[in-house]
Nanobody, 121 residues
Framework: VQLQAYGGGLVQPGGSLRLSCAASGFTFSSYAMSWFRQAPGKEREFVAA????????YNTDSVKGRFTISRDNAKNTVYLQMNSLKPEDTALYYC???????????????WGQGTLVTVSS
């Protein structure tokens, strides 16, 4: 099993990034996929989730209207489009696969290695 997250980088406030997470080694379309983030000195927090066929999505309040999660089951890939980025969005972003759109990290079966997003002028 492998989840490879990429697409992070340095961006100015107000800018955009798109994160991707490529999955392999398990039946991608049978899993809900989520993004979490962890800032230095803070706990890992839920960002967004998408159900198996992409029909339902969930966002944490702080990113509503700015971040959009999507998936392509043909490519075994989940995305996180991040717009209007703020300095407080700076964190290591992780993708995770689970049986449902849980907000608790311990409920997930598989994790990617993380990709760093830095929002700074």
């Amino acid at each position: 099993v492998q989840l490879q997250a990429y697409g992070g980088g340095l961006v100015q406030p107000g800018g955009s990034l798109r994160l991707s997470c490529a999955a392999s080694g398990f039946t991608f379309s049978s899993y809900a996929m989520s993004w979490f983030r962890q800032a230095p000195g803070k706990e890992r927090e839920f960002v967004a989730a998408i159900m198996w066929r992409g029909g339902s999505t969930y966002n944490t309040d702080s990113v509503k209207g700015r971040f959009t999660i999507s998936r392509d089951n043909a490519k075994n890939t989940v995305y996180l489009q991040m717009n209007s980025l703020k300095p407080e969005d700076t964190a290591l972003y992780y993708c995770a696969a689970g049986r449902a759109a849980f907000r608790t990290p311990s409920m997930y079966d598989y994790w990617g290695q993380g990709t760093l997003v830095t929002v700074s002028s």
